[in-house]
């Protein structure tokens, strides 16, 4: 028998929403792309859709308009990872698993053990994705 009650969902409804407007407060307070690296993106999409690509000297310009950019501005190209699909997609599921996981945990619907652990760890990871695919891409300065 399961204790979710309706009022417990709408809580979890609410956390979650919650959550997810924080987010979307937080993505237009990222620095915008500097318009190298748009104009960058610009050319090798048009490049491909005229059926022009030039392989992989395309795709090592945008590479380089992105590695130009961190270095001139750290953390510029936040933006790009933070509002990727695949990003977008694991906050919403993040969102919907922590607020969940905390509101069962709260009111005794989800009993504490090691699934409540396991969604709460998989939702923060998944809230923490974008940042770790941009911290793991940005350049490095040898000292």
Do not use: C
Not at 33 to 44: D, I, W
Not at 94 to 105: A, M, P, R
């Amino acid at each position: 028998m399961s204790n979710w009650t309706p009022a417990i969902l709408a809580y979890g409804a609410l956390g979650a929403a919650a959550l997810l407007l924080i987010q979307w407060l937080a993505s237009h307070l990222l620095p915008k792309l500097p318009y190298e690296v748009l104009e960058s993106m610009r050319r090798v999409r048009q490049t491909t859709i005229d059926g022009e690509y030039q392989g992989d000297a395309d795709i090592y310009s945008l590479d380089r308009a992105l590695m130009d950019a961190e270095l001139e501005r750290p953390g510029s190209t936040l933006r790009l990872y933070y509002n990727q699909p695949t990003a977008l997609f694991g906050r919403i599921l993040g969102s919907l698993l922590v607020s969940f996981g905390i509101t069962g945990w709260l009111t005794g619907a989800a009993p504490y053990g090691w699934g409540i652990v396991l969604a709460l760890l998989a939702g923060i990871a998944f809230l923490v994705y974008p940042f770790l695919t941009w911290n793991s891409s940005r350049p490095r300065l040898k000292e």
